[in-house]
């Protein structure tokens, strides 16, 4: 078989105000005409430094210093920029991982997808505007003729992410580099997203390297694995091989690690207490939350959900991107004035709260019930250290005195399992997993009774996620703690929730206990999200499954301990 993309022992150095540090060290693989190699490993494994390589777009202190790339036979590492632009979207098609990052802000979506046919010479504006539109649909984005002219900041995380996907397709090139192309989408969404590129290669014959920390997504989609660890490469070969049959201890660690449906998990049961403590500590009832909008109908994005949650226990609300499940959690956690319905947090009516956002009531409440954000990265202060974020609710609240608060900073870091020395540094010194670690510190300084977990580790590699739920679940347990966790991975709801909420569209569809829920769906929208997880199977769509490991005995035994691998964020 013909080769499409060659590394050859290649090697890749950042330079820092220490030293010089090497992120690759001697990686080879290959991507075939029609194939999909997919290079796993967790954050800080040099994944997307070996992407960035082999486009020419490493960032300024990094540098290719040995090794070759080659795409069909001719080395990339010696095209001038003015060459590699031309190679560039015609050829290879970048997916990004951060939309957020990726669009510019002050162009359309439309023009941020037809930036790449004018690079390459579209001058015919109507039959730009109509591959445009065809490209967005392609990708399951709504209403496309009204989509494209509107900005990054008019749609849902999921939405540019998929407006990067088409831009990255409009000219079909050979090869595709997937930069974690679906770690924010909801399950739904990703299973479409991942067809729309298998249709993609089975029409062109491109070839694709999928960068992922996803082992169920490698495992079903891709024809060959790369396993990658600080830097070099731990095991290769076609997937079936490596994923049922790993040689490498680190291979068989992330297997463990990986969240899945079949995976049955030993959870402390939930308490039976009587009296006044056997009531819930969440009550929601009929919630309805509305948008005004200009000159048009309100957007109704929540409407008619009830539930509840005992204390001690985890509530997940599962849906796809835009069923209402962050404005839910929102509501929950006093971010938001319901237009409807009520909820409550012990004895407090948190209905009540949105119209006396700074009263006295609304200051203790705050103390109660705490929010993670499922960016750790956005919601912390960039020019803060460690220390200073984690003490900032003690200070607002006026909580002891300087020295008390260092204490109590100093335990609160040594429960979440961070070292003394991360009090000094600063957000993007760590990593992904360091961040949401800094993130639950945060939230816990205060002893809250209930915890919303926005997303809190949909974005973190199956190592570091299954990390940061053994500790959530060591803290409840310790500290008698209610999490609602909202989430689009339902691998992971069936590992930490005791009950949980699907809706869709804003609506509660269905609502019970997991195992009910899962094990006998009763609606079709619960059905799909449970067909679409990867690692099971769907109609029509040739799926790899995970390994019988998985779901054995294997996954009783807890991985080896994984050393804390160099980042890129933590490099100047």
Partial sequence: MSTLLSVQDLRVDYTASGGTVRAVDGVSLEVHPGQVTALVGES??????????????????????????????????????????????????LVPQDPGNSLNPVATVGASVAEGLRIHGSRDRRAERARVLDLLERVGIDDPARR?????????????????????????????????????????????????????????GSGMLLITHDLAVAAERADAVVVM????????????????????????????????????????????????????????DGLRREFRRRRAQPFVAVDDVSFSVARGTTHAI??????????????????????????????????????????????????????????????????SSVGAIVAEPLRNFRIGDAAE?????????????????????????????????????????????LVVLDEAVSALDVSVQAQVLRLLSRL???????????????????????TVSVLQRGRQVESGRVQDVFGDPQHACTRELLAAVPGTTRPGTVRRRLPAQQAGAQEAVSPPPVPRPLTQEARP
């Fill in 476 to 498: 409840q347990a310790d500290l008698g703690l209610t999490y609602v966790f909202i989430t689009h991975d339902l691998a992971v709801v069936r590992q930490v929730a005791d």
């Fill in 229 to 284: 660890r600080r830097g070099t490469v731990q095991e290769a070969g076609p997937t079936e091989e490596v994923l049922t049959r790993p040689r490498a201890e680190y291979t068989r660690a992330l297997l463990a690690d990986a969240p899945s449906l079949t995976r049955v998990v030993e959870r402390v049961p939930a308490p039976t207490a009587e009296g006044p403590a056997a009531r819930p500590l969440v009550q929601v």
């Fill in 148 to 204: 494209a002219g509107q900005y990054p900041h008019e749609l849902s995380g999921g939405m540019r992410q998929r407006v990067l996907i088409a831009a990255a397709i409009a000219l079909e090139p050979e090869l595709i580099i997937a930069d974690e192309p679906t770690s924010a989408l909801d399950v739904t969404v990703q299973a479409r997203v991942l067809d729309l590129l298998d249709d993609l290669r089975a029409d062109t």
């Fill in 318 to 383: 599962v849906g796809e991107s835009g069923s209402g499940k962050t404005t839910t959690g929102r509501v929950l956690a006093g971010f938001g004035q319901p237009t409807a319905g009520s909820v409550r947090v012990g004895d407090v009516d948190v209905t009540a709260l949105g119209s006396r956002p700074t009263s006295r009531a609304a200051r203790a409440f705050r103390r109660t019930t705490q929010l993670v954000h499922q960016n750790p990265y956005a919601s912390l202060d960039p020019r």
């Fill in 405 to 449: 608060r260092r204490d109590r900073v100093a335990h609160q870091l040594e429960v979440v399992g961070l070292p003394a020395d991360v009090v000094t540094r600063r957000p993007r010194e760590l990593s992904g997993g360091q961040r949401q670690r800094v993130a639950i510190a945060r939230a816990l300084v205060l002893e809250p009774e």
């Fill in 44 to 93: 800080g494994s040099g994944k997307s430094s070996v992407a960035q390589a082999v486009i020419g777009l490493l960032a300024g202190n990094g540098a290719v210093t040995g090794g070759r790339v080659e795409l069909r036979g001719r080395d990339l590492l010696e095209l001038s920029q003015r060459e590699l632009r031309a190679v560039r979207g015609r050829r290879i098609g």
